[in-house]
T-cell receptor, first 114, second 115 residues
Framework: DSGVTQTPKHLITATGQRVTLRCSPR?????VYWYQQSLDQGLQFLIQ???????AKGNILERFSAQQFPDLHSELNLSSLELGDSALYFC?????????????FGPGTRLTVT | GESVGLHLPTLSVQEGDNSIINCAYS??????FIWYKQESGKGPQFIID?????DKRQGQRVTVLLNKTVKHLSLQIAATQPGDSAVYFC??????????????FGQGTILTVHP
């Protein structure tokens, strides 16, 4: 158990809909990262927040947004969903603000868009 | 057109053998590298990292080698065990610029350890 929790574990929704994925980092970790893992693209970095502020941005679509709240939990919002958005979404956390060093990954949320 | 899934390289070894997993990277500005292990149904798990000012780093039963000349990274696992069966990813990040802090992951290698 990494100490990072993600909810829900599974999510099935229809095209065009909007969903919110939630992540609680390990106690004491200020950085939260979001990743997408799909069969086509592999594991891709989406975005990082550090202590409530956006720190680094990767290949995140404009339809996707994220935020980190004062209690350090984070949410990833996916809107206007398309079939291609079906993937595993991982959240990770770390102490470091730099993206380097060990990141602790949660168990993931499996999103299926039908 | 129809999307095609990634075809991951595979490595099959016998229990007790040493395993070597290779990774090529393309960004000459990358100065930090990391290996993750992902077991079926789980999130990736950190194994070991290395900075570009080093050629080799050792952990418990694992060694990472970095050859910056040919932009190649390898992970050696000694005395491989069935519990080592997983997908192994290398990742890199550059020292600065707009990509600082963004890990770029390789496609992964499937390691299967036979008892």
């Amino acid at each position: 158990d990494s100490g990072v929790t993600q909810t829900p574990k599974h999510l099935i929704t229809a095209t065009g809909q909007r969903v919110t994925l939630r992540c609680s980092p390990r106690s004491g970790d200020l950085s939260v990262y979001w990743y997408q893992q799909s069969l086509d693209q592999g594991l891709q970095f989406l975005i990082q927040y550090y202590n409530g502020e956006e720190r680094a941005k990767g290949n995140i679509l404009e339809r996707f947004s994220a935020q980190q709240f004062p209690d350090l939990h984070s949410e990833l919002n996916l809107s206007s969903l398309e079939l291609g958005d079906s993937a595993l979404y991982f959240c990770a956390s770390s102490v470091s603000p730099s993206g380097r060093g060990e990141q602790y990954f949660g168990p993931g949320t499996r999103l299926t868009v039908t | 057109g129809e999307s095609v899934g990634l075809h991951l390289p595979t490595l099959s070894v016998q229990e007790g053998d040493n395993s070597i997993i290779n990774c090529a990277y393309s960004n000459s500005a990358s100065d930090y590298f990391i290996w993750y292990k992902q077991e079926s149904g789980k999130g990736p798990q950190f194994i070991i990292d290395i900075r570009s000012n080093m050629d080799k780093r050792q952990g418990q039963r694992v060694t990472v080698l970095l050859n910056k000349t040919v932009k190649h990274l390898s992970l050696q696992i000694a005395a491989t065990q069935p519990g080592d069966s997983a997908v192994y990813f290398c990742a890199e990040t550059p020292s600065g610029g707009t990509s600082y802090g963004k890990l770029t992951f390789g496609q992964g290698t499937i390691l299967t350890v036979h008892p």
